[in-house]
Structures are given as C-alpha cells and as structure tokens.
C-alpha cells in the first residue's frame, strides 16, 4: 500500500517534521495520527473500500492526510484540480462514479453546485479541516439511486490521475499501488536524499510529478517538505528557499527561467540549495547554461516523464546534462526506454516513437480499453512522444505526434478548448493553438469565426472559465473573418493571420 511509505517513516522518525503548510507544523506521528483519523471516518461506511474517493483540495495540510486515510481505508484516490468550472466538475463526479468525496469548506458553494440535481452514486462529503491541533470533519450524507458494479478487472488502482484530452471530459490514468512505489524508490535512487534535506513544493499538488516525485519521494526519505500555498512568483519561491533553508527544489522550466532572469536574484541567500530537479517541458540550452552558471554548486536534474509512467521515465544529472546538450537522460532503474520506426526497433540517432516498458507503467485508461489497447501493447507504454536514443543510451526528446500544448509544463490539448468555444453562441468556427512565449513557454491562443454578428469576447472567456480549469483557458483570443482549411475542408492549424 501507498500508506506503508507514512507508516514506515513514522518508525523511523517519529518526532522529527515531516510537513510544513501555511504555518501548519506536522511531525511523521502528528502526521500518521490525523491519518489515522480520518480513515476511521471513511472506513465507517461501506462506499470507500474498493470505490472512487474524489480528493478535491489544493495544496494543504489536509491534502497530504486525506491522500494517505483515503489509501488506508482501502478506496482509489482520484485528485481533482478545483479550479474548474462546475459542469465540468459535475461530469467528472458522474462518469468516474465518485462514493465519496474529500474536500475543504471554502470549496463547499462549488461542490453543491456540482452537485445539484443527480448525485448518481455519491454516499457522503466530508469538509475536512486541520487547524494545527485536531482535524475536525463535517459530514453530509446523500442517498444514491444505486452504487456501481466494479469497474476493474482485478486489482483496484491505487490512484486514477487526469490527463487532458480531445474531449471536455479527462482520461483517467490507473495507477496501481505498485506503479506509484516503483516510481518512488527509483527517484529516491537517482536523487540521493537525506532525512536532513528540506523539499520544496510549490506547483499544483494534484498532478503526478507533485505527488509521487515530490510528496511521496520526501516522505519516503524523512524529509522535511516545504508545500507552498496561494500565488506562485518567482520572488516568492526564492524567498521561501532563503527563509527555510530549503536544499531540494522541483519545478518547470518557465519558474526557473523567471528566477535567474529576476532583478533581485542575487538578494535571496539560496545557498542551502543542493538539488533542483526540473521537468514538465524542455528547456533552452542557453537557459541550462545560465542556471548552472547561477547555481554552481547545485545538482542540476532534468527528468522526463508523464502520468501513465507513474511518471519518471528518464533522468539526466549535472555533468551529462551540460556535456550530452538537449538529452533527457537515461532510464530510471527498472525501466526500459527504445525507439519504435514501423514496428521495428530504431537504431542508434535514428528518430522513432518512445516506448516505455517497466513496473511504473500504467494498469490502463479508466472505461476506455479501446484506449488502453493502442496505448499499451505487448507490455510496453506507446508515449506518442518522438525522439531517439544515441550510442550510450541517453534519450533526446523531439516533441509530439500530436497537437498538444505545452503551457508552464502543463499538457494541453487544443481540441478540448475547440469543443468548449464551440459551444458559445453564435461561433461558427474555431482553430485553438500553442504560440511562443517567453514567460510560460506557450501561451493558448483561440482564433474564432462568428455565424455573423460582432462576438463580446470577454463574455467568451467568462464562458471558458466556467467550463475549464484556469490554466486552459486561451490567454488571447481573435476574432477573424474566416480561417484557412485543407482540401478535405479541415481547418488548417499552420496558418498566418494578417494584421494579427
């Protein structure tokens, strides 16, 4: 079990701090008795061992505890990203037939409007709440029409992660308990950690690299970990590292390029630094000079990877990764990486699809085995990523077959966003593409065609907000007269817009 990791770590260091949230200071026992807590209520009725728990919370104390009780009393954790809109939240909560639901109160308007109407299989929300000393829990009950036939087929998963797609409704990523360990002890190799080090986590906590690469990797090894809370800057980050000491730091390339190009850099006292591990997208080789240049004692790591890969794939170190330039690294211990060329295994520099075969892959895509068939075949995972491995086995990423955006190392796929403006009154066509941008590596742009009258774009926006999560809403939106299409009257992405 996911739980073994705390109960392990409270054994061998009981008394020493494990978390540290907004002021809030939890020792491993402190930490393992809130847990335990919160299990005991969960375990009380029959809807969480073996059903989908919804764990809808940002970065909190109460995130980390709830994740642990929900494994413990033996139900799936799905984390949810709660900056979305209602129907979309709604529709999550039906297709993945959510049991239960763990959330915190400030989120208690979202979820009843959710909520309203059907609650299809829902049994219970409960407003957890950790002011320091005691967790207190605020339960509603709700009465199902009927609970629902086990999905899987064996084991259930330990952990059912998003991962955008072509529609308004995610992909469910099945991890089991296993694929997430695995993972674990293999970062936990190639990073070397102490009990002694401080980790930093400033991004989302809900996606796969805050989870099982940062929360579940420091609670592994007796860290102390740092989870940092309301708007991330640059200047906030280096003060946090400064004022905490903190040695080991996660983050993207965009966060990165903004701390070293800040105007006040040389004011943070980062000494304490002795690791930063970054991912999420690739970063300029120029950049990489420059944060080594800026960091010069520290262990630069670029890792790669993505949520059906648990998801470290590949990891590259300080030395190789300013001597082998523009390489993600090699495999992680357990994990084997080769390049397919038309069902035929690539040779060295020669360009291919990356496979990825290991105990961190995925059980599956949840109720889409259609899905699930073309992803994982004959025991390996189909990344839909390009690139190509050289003589000594290091891996170079090229990019992806598909469409996809990649936006301060969020992945994103247009045809979402399309679906959403489509559905505004009055547009008649819509092209939704990544372009350029320095801050945030690319930035989501939305060219749209009305069926005749003058769209209010802000209005259009206000329609994105409520229909997606924040960071997939389109930073720019045009509107054109008409937009250029193929011979097959598909609306062509690579076009040139005039006066734009």
């Known amino acids: 079990m996911i739980y073994d990791l705390l109960d392990d770590a409270v054994k061998k260091w009981n008394n020493k701090t494990a978390v540290i949230c907004n002021g809030n200071v939890k020792t491993y026992s402190e930490l393992s008795n809130m847990v335990d807590y919160i299990a005991k209520e969960l375990k009380k009725y029959k809807g969480c061992a073996g059903n989908n728990i919804l764990l809808a919370m940002d970065n909190s104390m109460e995130f980390v505890e709830s994740f642990f009780a929900i494994n413990k009393a033996g139900g799936t954790i799905i984390p949810v990203y709660m900056n979305m809109g209602e129907s979309k939240l709604k529709s999550i909560i039906e297709h993945y037939e959510i049991t239960c639901i763990l959330t915190l109160k400030k989120y208690k308007k979202k979820i009843d409007a959710a909520l309203e109407g059907s609650v299809n299989y829902l049994e219970k929300v409960l407003y ?10 605020d339960s509603i009950d709700y009465k199902p029409g009927f609970r629902p036939a086990p999905y899987y087929k064996g084991k259930n998963p330990g952990m059912i992660l998003f991962s955008s797609g072509t529609t308004n409704l995610p992909k469910g990523i099945m991890l089991s308990d296993s694929n997430i360990l695995s993972n674990v002890t293999a970062i936990s190799e190639y990073l070397s950690l102490t009990c002694e080090d401080k980790v930093l986590l400033m991004k989302n906590i809900n996606h796969s690299s805050s989870i099982t690469g940062e ?3 420091s609670i592994h090894n007796g860290c102390l970990l740092h989870i940092q809370v309301g708007f991330i800057t640059a200047a906030s980050i280096m003060d946090t590292i400064s004022r905490h000491k903190i040695s080991v730091l996660f983050g993207v390339p965009t966060i990165l390029t903004a701390m070293i190009t800040h105007s006040e850099f040389n004011k943070f006292d980062m000494n304490s630094l002795r690791i930063i591990n970054f991912y999420g997208a690739s970063m300029a080789i120029s950049k990489i000079r420059e944060l080594a240049d800026k960091f010069p004692k520290v262990n630069l790591i670029y890792s790669y990877g993505l949520t059906e890969a648990s998801p470290r794939v590949t990891y590259i170190k300080r030395e190789d990764l300013l001597s082998k330039e523009g390489s993600s690294g090699i495999p992680l211990k357990g994990i084997e990486v080769k390049i397919m060329v038309d069902k035929q295994e690539a040779r060295a520099y020669e360009q291919g699809e990356i496979y990825v075969k290991g105990p961190n892959v995925m059980m599956g895509y949840y109720k889409n085995e259609e899905k699930t068939k073309q992803t994982l075949v004959d025991g390996y995972l189909l990344t839909g990523d390009l690139g190509w491995l050289d003589s000594d ?9 598909d469409n996809m955006i990649i936006k301060s190392g969020k992945n994103i796929y247009p045809e979402e966003i399309e679906a959403v403006l489509m559905g505004y009154p009055g547009m008649k066509e819509v092209l939704v593409r990544g372009e350029a941008d320095d801050l945030v590596g690319e930035e989501i742009v939305a ?17 994105c907000n409520k229909a997606l999560e924040d960071y997939k809403v389109p930073g720019r939106i045009y509107q054109v007269k008409e937009l250029e299409k193929t011979v ?7 076009q040139v817009f005039e006066g734009i």
């Open 447 to 463: 060219y749209v065609v009305s069926d005749g009258e003058e769209l209010k774009l802000f209005q259009v926006l206000k329609h």
């Open 128 to 137: 957890i709440e950790d002011n320091g000393s005691t967790v207190t829990i």
């Open 215 to 217: 929360m579940l990797v």
């Open 393 to 401: 086995g290091y891996l170079y990423v090229k990019g992806r077959k």
């Open 488 to 494: 097959s009257n598909k609306i062509m992405r690579k």
